[in-house]
């Protein structure tokens, strides 16, 4: 069988618990960093940000080279140049005198060989970049509460609270590639961080559905603890987090090769850039994130750390064990692990045992202690 086809088909065998610690330091690494290049290099802020110039002016035929050329011997090669739908020319730059603004106004007029009047030129202030900041920030802590309290009732709190940490890891690292190879970041840049936020929320729920589906077969019976169960259930779920992602980078990558590359659209190239760098995060945190979070903060509960206690050091299952001894155990119809001497569900168990109403196996971390004969209750 190939190796392509048990992805696809759910049947891989990849011990994620290995993978979860080289995830988790080469995610800190990566956070760390970001962090540091943030301090001290700082972003590459746009003309909205800072304040500046802008000038534009009717020119079809016109390309961004074109005018780069006229522009790189006044001292202005690096000015950011659009080419509108238009047929206009955009150019966005800081001036400090009124002096430098007619210069600039006057090489664009010669090169769109009308006069300089009709070249329109407006000075652009720091304000609305900085409103904008401060309404994205407010938007971000709406996004994060709300998603925390839907996660928290959709699945349960510890989910939700790897789905968070997920989500802020996505940012920091999103923002630090901007950072440190200085992407200029615009009003385009801040919609797309906003915009991945949902991205790597929904890649997350996707994995943790599965989770929650084969959490009430962890249990002495299977023989198997939270952290195996969760390796197993990436396992299963892998090739649906990848479609998932594939999907979403699909469009992105025709807007950067078309839009951008081809045809020259610079705000598609600022938009996809940062679409590209937070979905491609967040098929990897959901997987070597979120997951681990849960398994870390979960593992403390009293049930799974008896439940690991009990079952020992021995020899680790391989994931296709593991998959196995899933598959032949049924689900708690609610997800959520049967408790101490409550009957299992109709089936089979590992060894023949019978399921039933009326049956005496049961299922859990602790199976109940047997009656002693010829003592009452």
Request: proline share 5%; hydrophobic share 45%.
């Amino acid at each position: 069988m190939s190796a392509i086809g048990r992805l696809y088909r759910g049947e891989n065998d990849i011990d994620f618990t290995r993978w979860w610690r080289v995830g988790l330091i080469l995610s800190g690494t990566l956070v760390v960093v970001s962090i540091v290049s943030l301090f001290g290099r700082g972003l590459n802020l746009g003309i909205d940000f800072r304040g500046g110039v802008s000038w534009q002016v009717k020119a079809p035929g016109v390309t961004v080279e074109d005018a780069r050329g006229v522009l790189t011997p006044i001292g202005f090669g690096e000015a950011k140049i659009q080419t509108l739908g238009s047929g206009d020319v955009r150019v966005q730059a800081s001036a400090d005198d009124s002096a430098t603004r007619d210069k600039v106004r006057g090489v664009l007029a010669d090169l769109a060989k009308v006069p300089a009047p009709e070249v329109n030129v407006q000075q652009v202030g720091a304000s609305w970049g900085g409103e904008l900041t401060s309404s994205s920030l407010r938007a971000l802590i709406v996004f994060i509460l709300a998603v925390f309290g839907y996660l928290a009732w959709r699945l349960e709190w510890k989910m939700a609270l790897g789905a968070i940490v997920a989500v802020l890891h996505d940012v920091v690292i999103s923002v630090g590639v901007y950072s440190i190879f200085q992407f200029e970041v615009t009003p385009a840049t801040v919609i797309a961080f906003l915009t991945i936020l949902g991205f790597s929320i929904y890649d997350t729920v996707v994995v943790f559905d599965k989770v929650l589906e084969n959490n009430g077969r962890v249990g002495l019976s299977s023989r198997i603890t939270y952290t195996e169960m969760m390796s197993v259930s990436m396992n299963q779920v892998l090739m649906r987090s990848l479609n998932t992602s594939i999907v979403g980078l699909l469009p992105v990558v025709a807007m950067l090769v078309v839009g951008a590359g081809i045809l020259g659209a610079v705000t598609l190239e600022e938009f996809s850039i940062a679409l590209a760098v937070g979905l491609l995060a967040g098929a990897y945190s959901s997987l070597f994130i979120a997951a681990p979070v849960v398994v870390l903060v979960k593992e403390r509960e009293a049930r799974n750390r008896q439940l690991r206690q009990r079952l020992g050091a021995g020899k680790p299952l391989t994931p296709a064990a593991m998959t196995s001894r899933l598959d032949t155990l049924p689900a708690d119809a609610s997800g959520v692990p049967a408790r101490s001497g409550a009957p299992a569900r109709a089936g089979s168990a590992p060894g023949g045992a019978a399921f039933g109403p009326g049956a005496t196996t049961y299922t859990g971390a602790i199976p109940p202690r047997p009656r002693k004969k010829g003592k009452k209750r």
